[in-house]
């Protein structure tokens, strides 16, 4: 079982993780996103936007079960994350999270 928490926090500091939705999309475009980590309660549209582009770009993601609020207490800022998007996992296990099963949050 991977622990989120410490991987996420891991990849932060060891690695190379941005921020919003806008910088999301263009990583995912652009095939530089390893890993997208959405918030459960994303707004719709947002999601539904970077889904369709994670699945045109072959990016995994992984649904976060709690807020954006409590994403963005685990990256240390004050304020809402809905999405991130790793880019380098650094030193962490964050990977992890997509190559064992999940249950889907839908």
């Not at 770009?57 to 976060?64: D, E, K, Q, R, S």
Request: with cysteine; proline share 6%.
């Amino acid at each position: 079982m991977v622990d989120l928490v410490r991987e996420l926090q891991t990849a932060i500091r060891t690695g190379k993780v941005i921020l919003g939705s806008k910088n999301t999309l263009k990583n995912c475009i652009s095939g530089k996103a390893k890993l997208v980590i959405i918030a459960a309660n994303c707004p719709t549209e947002i999601r539904n936007k970077i889904e369709y582009m994670c699945k045109i770009a072959g990016t995994p993601i992984y649904i976060y079960p709690g807020t954006s609020w409590d994403l963005g207490a685990i990256c240390r800022k004050p304020f809402m994350v809905a999405v991130l998007a790793v880019l380098d996992p650094g030193d962490s296990d964050i990977m992890a999270l997509v190559e064992t099963p999940e249950e889907e949050v839908s």
